[in-house]
């Protein structure tokens, strides 16, 4: 099965609200987005009244290999190495739910005409929610960067915004990946290395054993979070065969010989509806809780990460400085190459004092965000399970007034 | 001969002697009336020997007596001796099948039978509504070791007049319930009765208990137990018949109820049962009967459909059951890890709000739970009911095919008697001719007979199945109202969880 899917004129509420200010002077968005065999094309629309734009307004199409070769980009910019660098979205992963409807499409023989178009309503309406989630993550990445009052001035960003051609940005290649590997196993065991570095600053020291713990807290959080989730698309996916079931049960061939019985064939439809109603509100609560919950708890464990990152591009310039002041000091001492050693110390100094001012104050902002996130999110959370349940409260009463006043 | 029942008077389980003692007492003063119609409620069943069985099709179905005396005896005594677990002690049979019984045996309930007018049985049958209430509680291990077992407390509780007493318990042990099934199918199925089949068998659960492993799925396994045969015991006495029947009002009553051993899986007795239900479905498929009566061809298509969605129905009602339950204990998981998160966070107020979080799931995971166990009790447990009820209700089906074939190799075999008697009229062999004529004439009677019996069960199964289908609906309903209620309730505590948990969100800064 192939599916084009052209959607997404009216986007819906971010997924996950990092609560950004948006301003007048770059307004960035994705207005459409078409998912086709293996790639999704996403159309970055922008309004900006900076002067570096040529136009006001404008759109382009990227792929996910783009946004992703942006993130690096920012992610290996020395000058960056002060911020915390927006996370980069997921890749688009259509793969389990186009398995599944590849399978319902070899089964549509097995089962009823009725059956089958009800499945296949139930995959695309799930295909349908990740693709709106691949999208919102792509959308929240791109205007995190426009609210950074440093990184929306990136030369590359405006490139990937307004260069109306590819990019030509491939995806890496083996061994660029491979490269990836060794930096990243490189990367986590001098991590450790640093972490261990007593800080003297108090803020930094509490940043770092805080940020440590709650990383793994919101990973495990998450993945729990998940399982859950799973278990409650599955009790949904139950009711609606017992919908099914019932729905064949109550229709009149299985009651038509007795007369008495015709109340029954009313009533049988009656607990069809109900059972149909509540499947398809279990349903939604686990979307929802999907949407507010998951995704927040997804969304923050790569932001938690991206600050680690930060602590540890400090971490290193610190050691850096440090080995730095032993190297002049062990230059004065032998009186040689000092005023090559006195640069590089000051050079390491310099770079030390900018990330830690930058890094103050990017985490500050960044539990400024995630208390703002996670209020709003819980927020509409418990507001959504209240609606649900009485909702299903209330369908569930009407269902029992009805069969109740039969008897 | 043998005529159909209804309902066997006390000691009539004895059924071998019975049979003979008929021929030898001559033809009692039975009322000329013959034959009441078949079933629901009372069964008070009669017969006549010989021909005098004009008036056996009742033109009113619902004209439950016309006639007072009881006579049974009941088909093939052999093989119903073989399932039968014999007479039950405490009824002393009863000798003389004429129509003067006498209340005897102590049973107060056996005046019925003595009634000559159907006038004052149908009174009493009116006045007499369903009322009575069956529990079954307080499950406890008696005896150790492999020998051990589970006694149940059956308690009922009545103000009908079959009783002597409006509430009363005995003690009984599981085989006790096989043994009662035993009994009621082994008198009645073959006549058309739907007989409710008895909870399961299930020898891993059983070995658990014996062991005493006391741990959750044992305590399951055995209130998964004790609530099928409070069910299975509801449903018999709702048939109007089997209330009746002494060997329900034996076991619900008396203190003594002598050991069904032949109910074990592996007796002699219980061999025997599997090597005759094995026979009985290779004979099915060889009969081929000729329905002349569209009604059955149609039901039977029914009850197989039926057969076929409940199945489905009940395998989709246990994954719920499952999935739930999984959800539960991955809802109490993700309650903890919230917990976890809300002491690493460092902002006070959604540091609370996150435990707070945790609390309300944890709380939910026990509705979950709760929502699981009242899936599980409520529906599953019905729709598996229901399926071997309706296997049940197959085998009546097969029965009557049964009944056709035997009526129909009946009439072959008179068929070729008269053949063999006109070849002997050609012989002059006059005893042999005299033995021919009069096999004829028990042939005939035996043909008579077995058309009777065709028709008595194919009435009997007609009203059986439109009870079966009243109730069914019945208790569907019954059952689907307390499960939606059970499902208002959760929501209403949903509801109150996340009402109180909104301010605390709202409340982070």
Redesign the interface.
Known sequence: MHYGMCCLCVLQPRAVNVDLQTDATLQVDISDALSERDKVKFTVHTKSTLPNFKQNEFSVVRQHEEFIWLHDSFVENEDYAGYIIPPAPPRPDFDASREKLQKLGEGEGSMTKEEFTKMKQELEAEYLAIFKKTVAMHEVFLCRVAAHPVLRKDLNFHVFLEYNQDLSVRGKNKKEKLEDFFKNVVKSADGVLVAGVKDVDDFFE?EKT?LL??HN??K??S???D??I???K??AD??N??AS??Y??GTP??FK??F??TS?VV?SGL?RF?FIA?QKIEARVAADEDLKLADLLKYYLRESQAAKDLLYRRSRALVDYENANKALDKARAKNRDVLQAETSQQLCCHKFEKISESAKQELIDF?TR??AA??KN??E???L??KH??G??QL??S??GV??GN? | MADSTKDPPPGCADLQELEDAEELFPEPAAPPESEPASLPAEDISTNSNGPKQDLLFDEDPEDLFAEATEEVSLDSPERDLLLSDGPSPAITPITPPTSVITPCIGHAHDDMFTHSSFDEIEEEEGGDLFDMNISVSDPEKVGDGMNAYMAYKVTTKTSMSVFKRTEFSVKRRFSDFLGLHSKLASKYLHVGYIVPPAPEKSIVGMTKVKVGKEDQSSNEFVEKRRSALERYLMRTVKHPVLLKDPDVLQFLESSDLPRAVSTQALSSAGLLRMVNKAADAVNKMTIKMNESDAWFE?KQQ?FE??DV??R??HA??E??VC??K??SV??A??A???A??G?????T??SR??SQ?AEVEEKIDQLHQDQANADFYLFSELLGDYVRLITAVKGVFDHRMKTWQKWQDSQMLLQKKREAEAKLQFTNKPDKLQQAKDEIKELEGKVQQGERDFEQISKTIRKEV?RF??DR?KDF?TI??KY??S??QT??Q??KY??A??PE??A??
């Open positions: 509490h805080f713990e709650y807290r919101v495990d959080a993945a729990k979070s399982k859950m799973r278990s409650h599955s009790a139950d009711i065969r017992i079931s019932l064949t049960l061939a299985m010989f007795e008495e019985f029954s009533e607990l109900c509540l539990k995630r208390v996670f209020r819980l927020v959370l418990a507001e399970e209240l349940a009485k299903n409260l569930l009463q269902c029992l069969l109740k008897t | 149609e029914h459909n039926l969605q409940l489905k129905l989709s009602v994954s719920l999935h739930r999984e959800l991955n809802t998981q993700f903890k890890s919230a976890m998160l002491n690493s966070e460092d902002h107020a959604l709000a996150l979080l439109s289908e009243k609906v309903k689907i109202i939606l209620e499902l208002v929501q209403q949903l509801i996340w009402e948990f909104l969100a709202k982070i800064s």
